[in-house]
């Protein structure tokens, strides 16, 4: 069965430097790879996934098959990326193609 | 601009009653889920549905039943609510085509006493 690791649960670092968020996954087949958020009082977003390549908010992740790893980096952290962030694995195969989400990382921006 | 609606934002419950959570999205979505979200754990999968009617049990399905009677909306059904079901629960849709992001409502929050 897939399975995602966040080994983190709390993250800080101090505004304006470089923040990597860590997620692995197992799963044997073709996966797809995602980055959720939930601010405070907020409702749980996409923030980004592998397959567009894109950059959120100035946050990107890359998809690395040999390590099985989807780390989420920012170069400069501002204090509004405090937030909960959750990776989440989709497999190729299914009826409603659902999501695996991680345990989360609650990331905290210092001033 | 809210797309999915879950119907109460706080309950309390006593032990052994029978809960009704519902959800409601209005984006027409094939595809309609329900999570726990609990401090350590994540978000864990309990029970999903791909159309009207059709239900598949997902990771965490004791206790636990669902229904899908209309397109637009998805309830959770907790049979004899425990102690151990005290947490908070997501109701997400996704459309079937193109469309690679769940939309989240903004969850109920369940004590059991």
């Known amino acids: 069965a897939q399975r995602v690791t966040q080994p983190e649960k709390l993250l800080s670092v101090f505004k304006g430097a470089p923040v990597e968020l860590k997620c692995n996954y197992s799963?044997?087949?073709?996966?797809?790879l995602f980055w959720y958020v939930q601010y405070s009082r907020q409702r749980l977003q996409l923030l980004l996934r592998h397959i567009s390549r894109e950059s959120i908010k100035g946050f990107t992740a890359d998809l690395n098959k040999g390590e099985t790893s989807f780390h989420l980096k920012k170069p400069f952290a501002q204090e509004e990326d405090s937030a909960m962030y959750y990776c989440?694995?989709?497999?190729?195969?299914?009826?409603?193609?659902?999501?695996?989400f991680g345990s989360g990382t609650q990331l905290t921006v210092l001033p | 601009d809210v797309k999915v609606t879950q119907s109460s934002r706080y309950l309390v419950k006593r032990t052994g009653e029978k809960v009704f959570l519902e959800c409601v999205q209005d984006m027409d979505h094939e595809n309609m889920f329900w999570y726990r979200q609990d401090p350590g754990l994540g978000l864990r999968l309990i029970y999903f549905s791909y159309d009207v009617k059709m239900k598949e049990k997902g990771d965490i399905p004791e206790g636990y039943s669902v229904s899908r009677e209309k397109k637009e909306r998805f309830s959770l059904i907790l049979e004899s609510a425990s102690t151990n079901q005290t947490s908070m629960y997501l109701c997400a849709s996704r459309g079937a085509i193109g469309n690679y992001g769940y939309t989240f409502g903004s969850g109920t929050r369940l004590t059991v006493v």
């Open positions: 989440a694995l989709r497999i190729s195969s299914g009826s409603a193609r659902q999501l695996t």
């Open positions: 799963y044997s087949g073709s996966p797809e």
